[in-house]
């Protein structure tokens, strides 16, 4: 049986002012891996390494889940790191009115316990929406991109229009991963 390296999420637009961002960034000679604009998306539940023959019921799950969420927009808005103190290793913007994508999830979760679905590698952490725009390996000079970080905190960078929840697959390169949809539910 093939395995699928899978997530669920909602892609993001890569909007001028992300570039902007990013560039600034990278000006305080930070060593990171930038994601890539065709790569920018908003995880909902990272699912791991599923059977292909999940993949429907994957599907029902999330049609169930999404069945009383009508589009909406969310606001890209803000700038921050984890794990938060001392250390980068990753840098974020965050979302607001993502509250549609919270009950999604919540809901996702009951879903999958009733099709009695468990992927092996599925991230059950709080889902605490976020995109990643960077992974650090070296922050360089640390209290430089701190201030970079904080003078993006309270910016806004886009207005997200959501009408689809996707199931995505990842095939991880050398050269970064490549995604690509199995699936998609549309928001009524």
Do not use: C
Not at 71 to 98: C, D, H, Q, T, Y
Not at 129 to 152: C, F, M, Q
């Amino acid at each position: 049986m093939a395995k699928i390296r899978s997530f669920i999420a909602v892609e993001v637009p890569f909007f001028s002012s992300i570039g902007s961002a990013i560039e600034a960034l990278k000006s305080t000679r930070l060593v990171a891996k930038f994601v890539e604009p065709q790569n920018m998306h908003l995880t909902l539940r990272f699912l791991g390494d599923i059977d292909e023959t999940d993949v429907p019921a994957i599907m029902d799950g999330m049609k169930q889940a999404a069945s009383d969420i009508s589009p909406f927009e969310m606001e890209l808005s803000g700038m921050g790191f984890f794990p938060g103190g001392k250390r980068i290793n990753v840098i974020w913007l965050g979302f607001e009115g993502a509250e549609p994508l919270k009950d999604f999830v919540s809901r996702l979760s009951s879903e999958f316990e009733k099709s009695n679905i468990r992927p092996e590698g599925m991230d059950s952490r709080e889902f605490t929406p976020h995109l990643t725009i960077a992974r650090v390996k070296y922050p360089g000079d640390k209290r430089r991109v701190i201030e970079v970080i904080n003078s993006y905190s309270s910016t806004t960078f886009g207005i997200l229009s959501v009408d689809k929840i996707l199931l995505k697959k990842s095939v991880l390169q050398r050269s970064g991963p490549i995604y690509s949809t199995l699936g998609s539910v549309l928001l009524r």
